[in-house]
C-alpha cells in the first residue's frame, strides 16, 4: 500500500473513532428569501386561529402582576406528562391587556397539525415595560439586561407547576423573538438548570457569564440584515461558545429583523427540535 494513502487511513480511523474528540456546534447559513405574499399569507393564517383555547390568568406576587396565557394539552391525560414551552413577546407587545403577547411564536403551537403532534402546556406572559434592556459593552457590541420583572417569571412557572402536576420538568422550553429572545436568554443565564432548550431569534445577546451556557441546548437565529439588533450580536455569542457542541446557529443571508420569524410559521421546524431535547 502506498506509505501516503496508509497515513491518510490511520488518521481518519483515528478522527472518528477517538471517543476524546467531539464535534463542535452546528453553524448553517440559509438563502431563504420572503416576498410580500409570503409574508402577508404566513401571518394571516397565524392570525386566522382561533386564540380563546389560551386561558387568561394573572400572576401575582406582591406589587407585581404579570398577565399571562397558558395553552394546555390537547388530550390532557393526567396520567402522562407533558413539556412546557414559555414564549417572551417583542417590545411592541408591551402592555396589560393578555391579549398582545400572543404573537407568531406563541400563536404557531395552535396550528392543527402542532397542537395534536406536539402537546404540550404553553405559557405567554405579557410584561408592561421591557423586560430587557441594552447597553454597549466594552467591545462597544449590544448586551441584554434583564428587568426585575423577569426574575419573577421563575415564580410563575413554579406557580403553573404546583398547579398543573404533570409537567414534565425535564423538557422545559423557552422560545424568544427579538426582545423576547433576550428575555429568554437573560432567563438561562439566571437559572441555566432549569431549562432544557431554548430558541432565540434575532436576539440582543446576553453576554454577562458564558460558563452557565455551557453544553445547553441553544438554537440561535438571525437575519444577517438585521439592523435593529444587529447580527454581530448572535455571532459574538456564537464565538464565544466555540467547542458547545450543543449550539446551533442558523443565519439567515436575505432577511432582516421584520421577516426573521416568517419561515417558522407554518413548519414544525420549531417545535420538532425542541421536543427533541432533554435535560
Known sequence: MNRNIFIQILFFNFLFSSPSLTFAQKKEFRDTKV????????RKQLNNLNTEIFQKKIFTKGSVEIPYRILTPKNNNK?????LVITFHNSS????????QLEPFAKIWLRDEIYSKYQCYVIAPQFNKRSSNYENNVDNIQTSIPSNDVTEIL??????EKEYKNIDKNRIYLIGYSMGASTAQNLLNMKPNKFAAIVSVAAVPDLSNFKKYKNKNIWLIHGEQDIENPY???????????SDKNLTFTTFRNLNHNNIVI??????EIPKWLFEKHK
Open 155 to 160: 415564580e410563575l412557572i413554579k406557580n403553573v
Open 232 to 242: 454581530i450580536g448572535s455571532v459574538e455569542f456564537y464565538n464565544k461558545l466555540s
Open 35 to 42: 416576498d410580500s405574499l409570503t409574508f402577508l399569507n404566513n
Open 93 to 100: 407587545r408591551i402592555g396589560y391587556d393578555n391579549e398582545n
Open 263 to 268: 419561515p417558522f410559521l407554518i413548519t414544525e
Open 79 to 83: 396520567k402522562q406528562e407533558f413539556p
